[in-house]
């Protein structure tokens, strides 16, 4: 299994640019979540999904958007790039019922 | 009160030296508990969950204390490998979002 993929790995935009950060996982998990880690920030949740159609926003939501079209791929949708967005982002999953929850190898996106 | 607090340290420690850590969180009604190990430029990965009568896993103990609202880590006879930021992760059911401390970075020197 490759548990949970993303691409790119880094990528660096300019302010007012769009792009989508994918995210996939094999493993049949329900649950996926978008995190963004800045310095003395901490984990930060964006948006998360317990399932194929459902979509819920975390703490950070605004500037992102996300879809859920099937159980293996949540993808994120920066839809104006702005330089506050500039971070490392983490995808995540893990099943319903809880347990431990398993992150992606994070993107690093830089906005100037 | 943030949800879920942690001392950010950074915790320098010689090697084979003992060191605890603790994590408080504010809901009460949170059920599920775990603590995270983040190496640098690397994404978390479970460490250990943490259950109501405490558990052990090799050289970790984890502590739950509800009354207190806490949550502890100790890590016995510390090695340069355990170098890592550690981070307290709370949730209150199954399908709801993990919420993660900021982090508690270990220098184990030697």
């Known amino acids: 299994n490759a548990g949970v993929t993303q691409t790119p790995k880094f990528q660096v935009l300019k302010t007012g640019q769009s792009m989508t950060l994918q995210c996939a996982q094999d493993?049949?998990?329900?649950?996926m979540s978008w995190y963004r880690q800045d310095p003395g920030m901490g984990l930060r949740l964006i948006h998360y999904s317990v399932g194929a159609g459902i979509t819920d926003q975390g703490e950070v939501p605004n500037g992102y958007n996300v879809s859920r079209s099937t159980t293996e791929d949540f993808p994120l949708r920066l839809l104006s790039a702005a330089p506050s967005q500039t971070s490392v982002y983490f995808c995540?999953?893990?099943?319903?019922?809880?347990?431990?929850?398993?992150f992606g190898p994070g993107t690093r996106l830089t906005v100037l | 009160r943030k949800e879920v607090e942690q001392d950010p340290g950074p915790f320098n420690v010689p090697e084979g030296a003992t060191v605890a850590f603790n994590c408080t969180y504010s809901?009460?009604?949170?059920?599920?508990f775990f603590w995270y190990r983040q190496d640098c430029r690397k994404e978390p990965k479970l460490l250990m969950s943490v259950y109501s009568s405490g558990n052990e896993d090799g050289r970790f103990t984890a502590q739950l204390n509800r009354a207190s609202q806490y949550i502890s880590l100790l890590i016995r006879d510390s090695k340069l490998s355990d170098s890592a930021t550690y981070l307290c992760v709370v949730s209150l059911s199954g399908n709801t979002p993990l919420v993660f401390g900021k982090g508690t970075r270990l220098s184990v020197i030697a």
């Open positions: 995540a999953s893990r099943i319903n019922t809880g347990g431990e929850q398993f």
């Open positions: 809901n009460s009604a949170s059920q599920s």
């Open positions: 493993m049949n998990h329900e649950y």
